[in-house]
């Protein structure tokens, strides 16, 4: 009998008496009749005779509830006599216990176990007015007992506000306020939220792709008519000084061989937007930080004095400001003003006390009270929106300043709001959401204002350039597309508030060319051959003064429908525009595709550029010209068929490409572990090391090890020797051992502009599918001399590259790129089966040890319990790894390794030679890939190995020079590629 079981009976049987308990086993039938019990001769005192239980067998012992341990039953025949005093005993015992668990109320029951079950409501324990009178005292009594119970008092819950008064404006400010303090939302962000996934990446609340599906939809949008998305996210920092100074400071960032830098003549003047990779200062080719895009304000004539934004990821923006302020010398804080706490300033970070709701008076409510709003703050100001970084304090310092070179650098993160349209018909939705502002009369420009735009008017020199302005915004309609504009280009302009023309129902912008004038048509050819003329692409969004005070006058909606429930005929426009109703924008025009030759411009469009908090203003009347909306996915799509690398997917040198890969790969391990193994990928079989992350340093490593000492080997061997051929790499590869000879240098992305293009020509490039080769300028021939040359320069870096599908298939994340051997092209020239050979299975050497470590875990689990009914809890068990140390001795790839790290599937670090694992050796990975829909073929983006691909160029024959293998982690086919490097 357990102790559990022995417990229980002792409980149950201590208030009876020795007469009426049953012996449980001979022993106590013996024990009992030489106690004597309640006395009446040699037989039991409760009337059973000891020899009927002593001739029962011994395996009858034991008490089991209501029946015997063995099975049997209890014995039935009535007792020949028992004592009058003892019994009596017992059954009063029985009678007072059995009136104790009637009247006693258990701490679970309270009250309620005096009432009839048919009386017993759950809601009484709540209210207790529901009770009967006679209970109602004892049940209060209890109720404020346990609520004074323990050493912390509970507090009583305030009553929680009906749905009415949270949906309230000024509770749903609060309570946005309060969830915007761990990462920002953008203006659009109620919009986005009811029709998207949003994400929280880069500390923002980001939509991610819509809740309908859309694929083709946006492809088909951004082909043909317009996608819009919300760009805000991304962080602007403004440099101020002298020309000679900035760009003295910048040159230390950038380098001529990479492309333009910040010096670029068309960029320097204003009239267009560059792009550039910046890196660490004086550190070129090595530690990149990231690409972006910057902006110079238009010279002032007579003044030095300069002005510059650049445009940032805001995952670069930790590496990137430090460095500006390093390189500009701006190490002083300007230390913003303390706004005061009582009228906070709409457009400013809110100060933490405004932003906690639990300080309104909405919020502490009294228990018993009414859930309305208190008189007092029902007159006083409604609750500020939060704009701008909400989570940013409002004593961090934005500003730097530099003594010595006279440069201030400005922080302008979320103060600037961006949107993107994508499509030809960009221009098209802008002509039709946008029009320019309208002048204000004689009367308005005679008296004195606070606002920006009756200021503006009284100058005729700035009413010249707007009216120029407008009239070159006016010529963008009779454009046919936006890729036929210049890349780059930036237009100026005041229009006019876009909801006071907000149509009644939504429709579609459409091009609308007509045969006009030759004045026009003059126009609109030198708008597209030369661009927006340098004076027209000033803009007075580039001042701070103008951009508060537009954001401070806005027109509330409440406003602006009163004004138009004032209006005649309703839903027409209203009769004069306000004159807060002016805003400075800025148009910068995007380029599309600028590689290759095929698709020119495609994903053309406009950016345009707006003061914080006229995000949602220009918003819905863009979402009424009928464009469709896109999300972070798009953005992918969007760079995927361009041709472009995507930040900070397609950039592994960086310190945002690094954390980005560290993330995807934890996130798509932790995926793979929740599914079971039998239902998901063994990669270890499909000869697959790294299927969730690229080791592109070992893979650099590698093949510079290869190539130096193939160099060698020529040089002491045979210097007429040219080829390297892959199953000679393999060899090379199988009898060393990389790790040991380790180089120290990290590895690189080409971006030199003048090898791109020689590797390029070498790489004979073709169209999408390969059907016929593109022309190229002249290029050296490729022979053992140039190959020499160019690897000792870019011996450790990687190239992006794109690879087009020969045949059906498609590329999926972290396929691999291999080199085909002989066999492999000589399949492709008979053309019988062109898709490619097939890999063989690999043999899963960790299956053996993944069983061990589970029958190991089993044993352990086992000696753990013997352990403890015998020694106790404290006693050292062995691991469940230590029968599987001598396995791993055995074998010396995993000496290192133990087995409570291996996961099925899964091959576990120190990774083996990446080269030469499969059949076929590696030269790189893909980082995006899919189903090309402008291409029609299956197309990947990723890097391989500049020493894998020249030695694998300088063995293939001419005729199929360039042609690759790619394999997908979950596929032993390999599909035939052909390479292309766009510069």
Not at 308 to 334: F, G, N, R, Y
Not at 517 to 539: A, I, T
Request: hydrophobic share 30%; aromatic share 6%; charged share 25%.
């Amino acid at each position: 009998m357990s102790s559990a079981k022995v417990k229980m009976r002792e409980k149950k049987m201590r208030n009876q008496p020795t007469s009426v308990q049953y012996p449980s086993s001979p022993m106590d039938v013996e024990s009992s009749a030489q106690n004597g019990g309640g006395g009446g001769g040699g037989d039991g005192p409760s009337g059973i005779h000891p020899s009927t239980e002593r001739s029962k067998s011994p395996h009858c012992i034991g008490w089991v509830r209501g029946h015997r341990k063995d099975g049997g039953s209890y014995a039935k025949e009535m007792p020949k006599y028992i004592t009058a005093g003892a019994f009596a005993k017992a059954r009063a015992s029985e009678v007072s216990a059995m009136l104790k668990a009637v009247t006693k109320t258990t701490g679970s029951c309270h009250v309620f176990g005096a009432l009839p079950k048919h009386m017993r409501r759950r809601a009484m324990s709540h209210n207790t007015k529901r009770l009967p009178r006679r209970l109602r005292d004892v049940a209060n009594r209890m109720r404020e007992k346990s609520l004074q119970a323990g050493s912390k008092k509970k507090k009583e819950q305030a009553k929680s506000k009906s749905r009415k008064a949270r949906r309230r404006h000024g509770n749903l400010l609060l309570e946005f306020n309060r969830r915007q303090r761990k990462n920002v939302w953008l203006e659009t962000h109620i919009w986005h939220a009811k029709r998207f996934h949003m994400v929280k990446k880069w500390g923002y609340c980001l939509g991610n792709r819509p809740t309908y599906k859309c694929y083709r939809p946006c492809y088909r949008a951004m082909s043909s008519h317009c996608l819009l998305q919300d760009l805000s996210y991304y962080c602007c920092i403004e440099l101020q000084g002298e020309e000679d100074k900035l760009l003295a400071s910048l040159s230390q960032l950038t380098s001529k061989e990479a492309g333009p830098t910040f010096a670029a003549a068309p960029c320097l003047s204003g009239r267009r937007q560059g792009s550039v990779v910046v890196f660490r200062a004086g550190c070129y080719p090595s530690q990149p930080l990231g690409p972006v895009t910057f902006l110079w304000r238009p010279r002032t004539q007579g003044s030095t004095h300069r002005q510059l934004w650049i445009w940032a990821h805001p995952t670069i923006k930790q590496d990137l400001l430090p460095e500006l302020q390093s390189v500009c010398q701006c190490c002083e804080a300007v230390v913003p003003p303390v706004v005061p706490v009582v009228t906070p300033v709409e457009g400013a970070p809110t100060p933490e006390p405004e932003l906690k709701p639990e300080k309104t008076s909405e919020a502490i409510q009294i228990p018993g009270t009414k859930r309305k709003r208190n008189s007092k703050n029902a007159s006083g100001p409604p609750a500020k929106k939060i704009l701008g970084d909400g989570t940013r304090s409002p004593t961090t310092p934005v500003t730097w300043r530099s003594s010595s070179t006279g440069i201030v650098i400005n922080d302008l993160t979320m103060e600037i709001v961006r949107f993107r349209l994508i499509g030809p018909q960009s221009h098209t939705v802008l002509a039709e959401t946008l029009e320019a502002a309208t002048a204000c009369d004689e009367i308005n420009k005679s008296q004195p204002s606070s606002l920006w735009w009756p200021e503006h008017c009284k100058d005729e020199s700035k009413m010249n350039l707007h009216q120029q302005q407008a009239d070159i915004f006016h010529t963008l309609k009779d454009i046919y597309s936006t890729g036929e504009l210049p890349s780059g280009t930036v237009l100026g302009l005041a229009v006019d508030d876009p909801r006071l023309t907000l149509p009644t129902k939504r429709v579609k912008a459409l091009p609308c060319v007509k045969q006009t004038q030759e004045v026009d048509e003059e126009k609109r050819r030198e708008l597209m051959l030369q661009g927006v003329p340098e004076h027209c692409c000033q803009s007075f969004l580039w001042e701070q003064s103008v951009r508060d005070n537009v954001t401070d006058n806005k027109i509330s909606e409440q406003e602006l429908n009163r004004m138009r429930s004032e209006v005649l005929v309703p839903g027409s426009r209203l009769g004069t525009t306000p004159l807060q109703g002016r805003v400075p924008i800025l148009l910068v025009h995007q380029p599309g595709k600028q590689v290759g030759h095929e698709m020119s411009s495609w994903g053309a469009g406009w950016d345009l550029l707006l003061p914080k908090g006229w995000g949602m203003a220009f918003w819905v009347p863009l979402v009424y010209r009928g464009v469709r909306i896109g999300g972070l996915n798009m953005s992918l799509k969007h760079s995927q068929n361009k041709g472009a690398p995507h930040f900070p997917h397609d950039y592994p040198d960086c310190p945002a490409g690094i954390r980005f890969q560290e993330e995807q790969e934890a996130e798509l391990l932790d995926k793979f572990r929740r599914r079971p193994p039998a239902k998901r990928t063994n990669y270890i079989k499909h000869g697959c090391l790294a299927p969730f992350r690229c080791p592109w340093q070992q893979l650099a490593e590698e093949w510079e090890l290869i190539t130096r000492e193939g160099r060698q080997e020529r040089k002491r061997d045979s210097p007429t020797e040219t080829t390297t051929d892959p199953d000679t790499v393999m060899e090379e590869t199988s009898h060393q051992d990389v790790a040991v000879t380790k180089p120290q240098s990290c590895f690189t992305v080409l971006r030199n502009r003048k090898s791109l293009r020689l590797l390029s020509g070498w790489c004979r490039p073709t169209t999408s599918k390969g059907q016929r080769r593109r022309r190229v300028g002249e290029v050296p021939p490729l022979d053992s001399s140039a190959a020499t040359l160019f690897l000792t320069e870019h011996g450790m870096s990687l190239v992006w590259v794109r690879l087009s599908l020969l045949s059906k298939g498609k590329p999926e994340l972290h396929a691999m790129v291999c080199v085909p051997i002989t066999e492999d092209l000589k399949l492709l020239s008979n053309g019988s089966d062109s898709s490619g050979p097939q890999e063989p299975p690999h043999r899963n050497h960790f299956k053996s040890r993944i069983k061990r470590r589970k029958k190991g875990s089993k044993k352990a689990a086992t000696f753990s319990l013997s352990s403890d009914k015998t020694e106790g809890k404290g006693s050292d068990l062995p691991s469940a790894s230590e029968p599987n140390l001598a396995t791993s001795a055995e074998d010396p790839k995993l000496s290192s390794e133990t087995s409570k790290d291996l996961i099925f599937g899964l091959w576990p670090d120190p990774l083996p030679s990446i080269i030469s694992h499969c059949s076929r050796v590696t030269l790189g990975w893909v980082t995006q890939g899919d189903f090309s829909l402008s291409a029609g073929c299956g197309e990947a983006l990723g890097f391989v190995s500049v020493a894998g691909l020249v030695n694998t160029l300088l063995s293939q024959p001419s005729e199929h020079r360039g042609t690759l293998l790619l394999r997908n982690p979950t596929s032993l086919h390999y599909r035939f590629a052909k390479i292309n490097i766009e510069v």
